[in-house]
T-cell receptor, first 113, second 116 residues
Framework: AQSVTQLDSQVPVFEEAPVELRCNYSSSVSVYLFWYVQYPNQGLQLLLKYLSGSTLVKGINGFEAEFNKSQTSFHLRKPSVHISDTAEYFCAALGGATNKLIFGTGTLLAVQP | ETGVTQTPRHLVMGMTNKKSLKCEQHLGHNAMYWYKQSAKKPLELMFVYSLEERVENNSVPSRFSPECPNSSHLFLHLHTLQPEDSALYLC???????????????FGPGTRLTVL
């Protein structure tokens, strides 16, 4: 079955600390992978995407992610977080025949002062 | 600035009401989507339209009825909903509906729906 797994429902971290949000995908989905961020009471905003090429992808707001085919992972990282990074982060993969995005359950990044 | 707008942002309705959600994209895209976001559950794809033709109906109950009059507008007509239909309904658009191109989907801010 096609699936995207985000094992951590919540990640607390102190301001200016590094953070990694984990994402694993099933081998049955495509290798088009995305990270979206959702701030409170807002829609989803694209952070970054991997379609092909370099396995290290840089996105907005200082985030980056690394595609690892052997581990079927696409973890999101930031070397130093800010309070404003507090939000829900969703990993997604394209699957199916109609550009269907398959989402993980999301990880709440809670940045504390 | 998102490029995809949704109205209303909040909606409260009774189970016997009929209402509609509206989505408009200003990006020149040819594919549009409806998603449902419920608490503690992954986003669920409801409908996909490509060039105004419905290409996917993801086993959605008939009390949800989509309409895509042109490539810029998408509606979700609601009638006789249930309390469990309360959720955030998100609209998205992409350049086209072909998965092989890995098109990015751009989301609107959503409509928070509460069914009493």
């Amino acid at each position: 079955a096609q699936s995207v797994t985000q094992l951590d429902s919540q990640v607390p971290v102190f301001e200016e600390a590094p953070v990694e949000l984990r994402c694993n995908y099933s081998s049955s989905v495509s290798v088009y992978l995305f990270w979206y961020v959702q701030y409170p009471n807002q829609g989803l905003q694209l952070l970054l995407k991997y379609l092909s090429g370099s396995t290290l992808v840089k996105g907005i707001n200082g985030f980056e992610a690394e595609f690892n085919k052997s581990q079927t992972s696409f973890h999101l990282r930031k070397p130093s977080v800010h309070i404003s990074d507090t939000a829900e982060y969703f990993c997604a993969a394209l699957g199916g025949a109609t550009n269907k995005l398959i989402f993980g359950t999301g990880t709440l990044l809670a940045v504390q002062p | 600035e998102t490029g995809v707008t949704q109205t209303p942002r909040h909606l409260v309705m009774g189970m016997t009401n009929k209402k509609s959600l509206k989505c408009e994209q200003h990006l020149g895209h040819n594919a549009m989507y409806w998603y449902k976001q419920s608490a503690k559950k992954p986003l669920e794809l409801m409908f996909v339209y490509s060039l105004e033709e419905r290409v996917e109906n993801n086993s959605v109950p008939s009390r949800f009825s989509p309409e895509c009059p042109n490539s810029s507008h998408l509606f979700l007509h609601l009638h006789t909903l249930q309390p469990e239909d309360s959720a955030l309904y998100l609209c998205a658009s992409s350049q086209d509906g072909r998965p092989a191109t890995g098109n990015t989907q751009y989301f609107g801010p959503g409509t928070r729906l509460t069914v009493l």
